[in-house]
């Protein structure tokens, strides 16, 4: 499969979905693959940041789970709609509840839907600290942090892990586009 639609009608559109603690990498690997996608692949691609969208999209949510699942829930159904029109979103998301995921993929479609883990280890998100908010959760001064105060449920069955500590984040995108291939998508 070459990500072409049948009739010569287009790309076909898809999600991928990567989730992981904070930290792990996620937005610095959706920067970069959308790069490589536009580049290498002459895909249109949008990048829905977790934060970026929670400042336009979500600003009316707080860190609660109900919260981190509405959240999860409008990514999911901006996803849907780029995907279904030929765009690659590519979703750079925590979002920590297994069932928010899943229902990403229900509302999205298994066919059109990657799921991506993003793994790091607690201890090297921590060191990472891109925004310093571990260390605010650490002191206290701000509640319902993932890996600290709040749960991170891993994906049991992700179609595709990447382990941001072997390697640079060039490398890890190469692992992200040779597993696209992999799974018909590129």
């Excluded at 559109?13 to 603690?21: D, K, N, P, S």
């Excluded at 891109?130 to 992700?158: C, D, F, W």
Aim: net charge neutral; glycine share 10%; with cysteine.
């Amino acid at each position: 499969m070459d990500g072409s639609r049948p009739g010569g009608q287009g790309p076909v559109g898809f999600t991928v979905w990567m989730t992981g603690l904070p930290g792990s990498g996620k937005s610095t690997l959706a920067r970069l693959l959308e790069a490589r996608l536009r580049e290498a692949h002459g895909r249109y691609v949008e990048v829905l940041d977790g934060d970026e969208v929670r400042r336009g999209l979500s600003r009316d949510l707080g860190l609660s789970k109900e919260h981190r699942e509405e959240h999860a829930r409008r990514v999911s159904y901006v996803a849907k709609v780029l995907s279904r029109n030929g765009v690659v979103a590519v979703v750079a998301l925590i979002s920590p509840y297994r069932s928010s995921r899943v229902e990403a993929e229900e509302m999205i479609g298994p066919d059109r839907f990657v799921e991506v883990f993003v793994s790091a280890p607690l201890a090297v998100c921590e060191e990472r600290d891109p925004k310093g908010l571990y260390a605010k959760a650490r002191r206290g001064e701000i509640t319902n942090m993932t890996g600290v105060q709040a749960p991170y449920e891993a994906p049991e069955r992700p179609d595709l892990v990447v382990d941001t500590t072997r390697g640079t984040p060039e490398q890890s995108v190469d692992e992200l586009i040779s597993g696209l291939e992999r799974l018909g998508k590129l």
